[in-house]
């Protein structure tokens, strides 16, 4: 009980509005660097920097949750040397919420090649040159900065993310090809929550004002992703993240987030990893999830698709050329607000760096507006 | 006399302070885009906008004029379409002094290679694919776009500064290898002239606002430069701009330079094409140069090579990675005000994008500070 009070005081999900219609829900998850208003996008920042646009520039942009991933950092430039700058919001200067993940994704991403498409059913082969060792104490992997062995277990990613001091972090998980045997899976799926408690254990050592969300596991299979939610709510974790494979396609996203959400504890806020296209985000709100993470909105920047409520434009299409108008008319963002499609794409076709920085800047905004129209839908009883 | 009467409304040079002890000077330039206080350094946005950072991130770093190269805003996005938009200012939404060039410097480039090198006598061969006729009429090259043949003469050059509208412009004029014999020199030194003068009557049926500096030739022959001063000092032109070969190495840049400015009008902005490094800068100074551009700034800066007062600054360097202090410290600049050397560091061996506009805007803001000082340091009887 105790325990909990500590809690509440440095993280506390406040349900505002709840809806009659679905499991959408507005909300407010509180954290030692200010509030996220749920639901909510998290723009991904893996070396501590939202590519192509400065930290100064998230809260003019009200980027209220930052995803970093602790694998880069721990990389480089490591996570002591963060530490030592303060940690990871001073180091990389933002005042607002940091959440962090474990390492395990991209550590794993080593062994299977990309692991997003992976996930997503269209995974390769293993990759020849990975050297990935999976025990029961963790995963050795080698840095691809100097070929050194890193142990990254349970207790080691812990340690990690608190150095960084991430206002969100979360526990070590294995991630597996989708194509694998029925036996491997259980196997997995068992390690996989033995590593969530251990490090929930770590954690709770020294909580140091973090929260923790859980990962729910169990791939497209409904009846583990169940199992998945009843061990894990069971434990002392701050939230929910669903991870893992989430099929190959929208149908099977949807039906495997409509499969687990109606079994986590409604208090507590629920992530979905990896996941941000609008298509995706509009689909998943109906069962209740709070925050996405995804680097679509920014990576599609840099290669010139620009979100709009009409869909993605490809900037550098000729038939942008002479398109004396802003990104879209009624957009408040600063690329917006300075300069025409026309010019934009002249930036692009003459590969000028800040083409990528200011279309990074719109879809950015493009998708914190998208959120903001979300939850006053559902204010509205619209969702 | 109304012809000067109508320029001195839009172009001004108005002299505040002359220096005792040197030429060097105090002044404004006046141009309907607003005031250049001199001496100054012009930042190179060739493509109409400073490498890696926003054009409205201008007014706060005070660059107060704009270097933008003809030659590539010909062949993308196409001067047609700038004045489409309402010329160079509004498509790049820049509120402030523009200066172009006449193309020619990049057209010579295609068949010197390196122009800038060679000017120093460190040149190449000509490049073997090239592909450039120069007669009295002028050059034709090929498009590096389409292929497509274009020619740019006195007239089309000054033409397509006219759409761009800025408010300097400069007459084209014809750039020779370093390595040349003499009969050559005389010639290309006579036609450079006559191109300038057909530049300038082009100019004069209709100025639009717009200012012509003549550019001074002679390679580093100071008799050749006398007679070039001579020459164009006596047609109307409202300033003068140094160029052709400067010699290989800072010796021979000076003596050029000191060779040169006593034969200009003293009551008219003297400009040094291409030199913009601190050393040349502040040995130029006391010959009275105003102004300077140069893209070492932001080259360099994108390359991680940080400017102090202290001389440059390797910030990929190792000694660098764990200096949680700024990039200097009574540097204002937005870079500065936020973010440690450690946090640079981190961003360029993390090859993140935001590194270069970081290290762009500090560079920027230093070479604005090193103006603002010597512009302190003549008005207080140092220079």
């Known amino acids: 009980m105790i325990e909990n009070a500590v809690s509440q005081r440095f993280f506390q999900f406040e349900i505002l ?5 679905s499991r959408a829900r507005v909300g407010r998850i509180h954290t030692p660097h200010g509030v996220i208003e749920t639901p909510n996008f998290v723009a991904v ?13 998230h809260s003019a942009l009200n980027v209220q949750l930052m995803f970093c991933n602790t694998y880069h950092l721990m990389v480089q430039p490591g996570t002591t040397l963060i530490k030592e700058a303060g940690g990871l919001h001073r180091f990389i200067n933002r005042q607002m919420p940091i959440i962090t993940d474990s390492g395990g994704f991209q550590v794993f991403s080593l062994a299977y090649g990309q692991v997003a498409k992976e996930l997503k059913g269209q995974g390769g082969k293993k990759h020849p040159s990975s050297v990935v060792k999976v025990s029961e104490e963790g995963v050795i992997f080698r840095s691809y900065r100097d070929g050194n062995k890193i142990l990254l277990s349970p207790e080691s990613s812990v ?22 045997d029925e036996a491997k899976l259980k196997a997995s799926f068992a ?72 079994h986590l504890p409604p208090e507590n806020p629920v992530h979905l ?22 680097s679509y909105p920014t990576k599609a920047a840099r290669h010139g698709m620009i979100l709009t409520r009409n869909g993605p434009l490809k900037l550098i299409r000729q ?45 950015v905004h493009f998708m914190m507006r998208k959120m903001e129209s979300i939850r006053t839908q559902i204010l509205c009883g619209l969702i």
Chains 1, 2 share one sequence.
């Open 159 to 180: 340690l990690a993310q608190k150095d960084l001091g991430s206002d969100i972090i979360i526990p070590l998980d294995e991630l597996l090809p989708f194509h694998v």
């Open 17 to 21: 509005y709840q809806s009659t219609r």
């Open 273 to 294: 990893l990896g996941i941000g296209d609008v298509k995706s985000i509009d689909q998943c709100i109906p069962y209740g999830i709070d925050t996405f993470d995804s």
């Open 191 to 262: 390690r996989t929550h033995r590593w969530e408690c251990r490090s929930l254990h770590e954690h709770l050592k020294n909580r140091q004002n973090q929260a923790m969300f859980a990962v729910i596991h169990g791939g497209t299979d409904l009846g583990l992703r169940q199992k998945s939610c009843n061990i894990l709510s069971k434990e002392a974790f701050d939230g929910y993240a669903i991870g893992g494979s989430l099929g190959c396609d929208h149908q099977q996203l949807i039906s495997t987030i409509a499969g687990t959400t109606p």
């Open 319 to 363: 038939i942008h050329a002479r398109e004396f108008m802003p990104l879209e008319d009624d957009c408040s963002c600063q690329t917006c607000s300075h300069y025409t499609r026309s010019f934009l794409h002249h930036l692009f076709k003459a590969n000028e760096p800040s083409a990528a920085s200011l279309a990074t800047i719109h879809n």
């Open 45 to 57: 920042g893996t070396n501590g920097s939202l590519k192509a646009i400065h930290n100064y520039d």
